[in-house]
């Protein structure tokens, strides 16, 4: 017997599928996996222009898309009218009205106006900005690593397993500032030259917590824990998120455990056909099946045999 895939409703995955566009999308906020874009329909910005602007999009979405894997980028300005070419700016300067520009601007994460913000880096971990706070100590191996922007030490942050806090220090001038990954959280100090970042993130804080597969399916959240044997195809699976591997494991009658290494963007995930003895692994975020939905599940196989 085939077994096919559930069909279940998983809003994390679905892209809202509407382009972004002009005059439609003027004064919306366009979040994004790493930032969030203004939308000002008509405000060119003369200058501030980047080594590899322009570049040439088939969507304004494509042009904010460049962008925002950037970490300079702070403005993405299209113009469907020649040819698609995607301004890139690393400076944004004071704005120009100019009807045939479709303008995407990302604000620098600067201390203090971000304060007390949260900006999502993973699809299931954010930051929370902490103005001149320092959680002084609790210093990771490899830490710090000099970023050219506060975004970026928070990437750094999330692609070291185990990091919970950022603490920053914008360079003075152009270059690179310096980047502290913390795994422990100590005593915050004021600091006038630090910004600070807490990260939040299934693991370490649903450890032991009920999660759901989208499918009607519970799990508990095992962080930093690996589980032996059981591995099952089709794993394994990239997927950009622990909330991800979860759900393909709900695509599967017969998975009940999973192993997700984290990465940044993407990390590694393995469907298990059977809860194997736990080891300690910081980089894994695990989770065990505690209840199956198999009334669903046998009567939906039952349909389809
Ligand atoms: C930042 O926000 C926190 C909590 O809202 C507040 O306690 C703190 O004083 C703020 N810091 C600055 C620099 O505004």
């Known amino acids: 017997m085939q077994i096919t895939p559930l069909l279940c409703l998983f809003a994390g995955l679905i892209a809202s599928g509407v382009a972004t566009s002009c005059p439609e999308s003027d004064g919306s906020t366009l979040e994004t996996n790493l930032g969030s874009f203004h939308i000002q329909c008509g405000a060119d910005r003369p200058g501030g222009d980047m080594t590899n602007s322009p570049a040439w999009t088939s969507s304004f979405d494509d042009c904010i898309y460049l962008c925002d894997h950037d970490d300079m980028c702070r403005g993405a300005l299209w113009d469907p009218n020649n040819g698609g070419a995607c301004y890139l700016k690393s400076e944004l300067e004071t704005a120009v009205y100019n009807p045939n520009i479709w303008a995407a601007i990302n604000p620098l994460w600067d201390c203090p106006t971000y304060n007390g913000t949260r900006h999502e880096i993973g699809i299931d971990s954010y930051y929370t900005i902490e103005c001149y706070q320092d959680h002084i100590g609790g210093d990771m191996p490899g830490s710090p690593v000099w970023t050219p922007t506060f975004q970026a030490c ?22 690179n500032g310096v980047c502290y990954m913390k795994n422990e959280l100590n005593t915050a100090i004021v600091n006038s030259a630090v910004w600070g970042a807490r990260r939040w993130s299934v693991c370490p804080d649903q450890d032991g917590q009920p999660w759901e597969d989208g499918c009607g399916a519970w799990y508990q959240v095992e962080c930093f824990t690996d589980r032996f044997g059981g591995v099952m195809a089709p794993s394994p699976i990239t997927t950009a998120s622990f909330e991800g591997c979860v759900y393909w494991c709900g695509q599967y009658p017969d998975c009940v455990d999973i192993s997700w290494e984290q990465g940044y963007p993407t990390g590694t995930c393995w469907l298990k056909s059977s809860v194997g003895e736990a080891s300690r692994n910081m980089g894994v975020y695990g989770a065990r099946q505690i209840s199956p939905y198999f009334i669903l599940r046998q009567s939906y196989r039952h349909d389809k045999v």
Do not use: H, Q
């Open 154 to 175: 928070m990437e750094a942050c999330e692609r070291n397993s185990g990091c919970i806090d950022v603490s920053w220090i914008p360079p003075t001038g152009t270059g």
